[in-house]
């Protein structure tokens, strides 16, 4: 089993700045960024639980997985 690891991919046009993700995510780890977006703070620190990509009102979250040696 190879390791996974996670990358955040936000649509802008469908961001409303709202913070929902970020209230969500059990790792706490995603912040506003400067235009208020989702940014992650740790990439490493991902589960890939997906609970930001659920709880986005807006479906302006995909979580994209990739796997690595
Ligand atoms: S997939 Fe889970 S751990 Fe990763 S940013 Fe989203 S809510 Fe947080
Ligand atoms: S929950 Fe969706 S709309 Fe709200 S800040 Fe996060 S990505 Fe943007």
Avoid: S, W
């Avoid at 390791?3 to 912040?31: D, S, T, W």
């Amino acid at each position: 089993m190879g390791k996974k690891k996670f990358h955040l991919v936000v649509y802008p046009e469908r961001c409303k700045e709202c913070g929902i993700c970020m209230a969500f995510c059990p790792q706490k780890n995603l912040a506003a960024g400067e235009d208020g977006r989702p940014v992650v703070i740790n990439p490493e620190a991902c589960t890939g639980c997906r609970q930001c990509e659920y709880y986005c009102p807006d479906f302006a979250i995909r979580i994209e997985q990739e796997d690595v040696e």
